[in-house]
């Protein structure tokens, strides 16, 4: 099974990834890292043996800045990102104000916001710090490299959230060997 040093090595080798990586260390955002699909996408991608091009796909920035929860600050961001790299679909988010929007408690990390994410094998990012790579998983990544798509909670709203993005979004078609587990109520 792979492990977060193989998961950031594989990031490495990929060129496309790693300089997307760089473009959101440049920008030198508290906790700053790409998440969600870029991760998980790729890892089962690689899992599936074909080659992996995010560019269909949205990459999502998150950072954590709890002094500045300005919206307006997410857009500037992205428009940055955009004209460094029009060629992707970038969403930037501070996880600080996201609780919001969520209904839940505030969090107080990347990593703890990624904790109240629909899918545990989706709760994944990668922080790039010069050639250094730190991934973030906050459910482990069993998950991921096992090619489940779990519920990350057993609320009620939060597995149909789940079941709604499971259909939605055509990852069982996209990747075959995936399997859906969902928990007991």
Not at 28 to 57: E, M, Y
Not at 99 to 113: F, I, K, M
Request: charged share 30%.
């Amino acid at each position: 099974m792979l492990q977060s040093d193989d998961i950031a090595s594989l990031l490495r080798e990929n060129r496309q990834r790693w300089e997307l990586l760089e473009l959101v260390e440049s920008l030198n955002l508290r906790q700053g890292s790409i998440g969600a699909g870029f991760v998980r996408n790729f890892v089962w991608d690689a899992l599936h043996g074909r080659a992996s091009d995010c560019r269909d796909d949205d990459i999502d920035v998150l950072y954590f800045d709890d002094k500045n929860l300005d919206p307006a600050l997410d857009e500037a961001f992205e428009n940055w990102l955009r004209q460094a790299a029009p060629e992707y679909q970038w969403s930037v988010k501070n996880q600080a104000r996201m609780h919001l929007r969520n209904g839940d408690s505030p969090y107080c990390s990347v990593a703890d916001a990624m904790r109240y994410w629909p899918e545990t094998a989706t709760a994944v990012a990668a922080q790039r710090s010069g050639s250094d790579c730190r991934i973030l998983a906050p459910f482990t990544l069993n998950d991921l490299c096992s090619m489940i798509l779990r519920p990350a909670s057993s609320l009620p709203h939060k597995r149909e959230a789940f079941r709604t993005r499971v259909q939605r979004k055509g990852w069982l078609e996209r990747w075959p060997l995936v399997r859906v587990v969902e928990r007991s109520a």
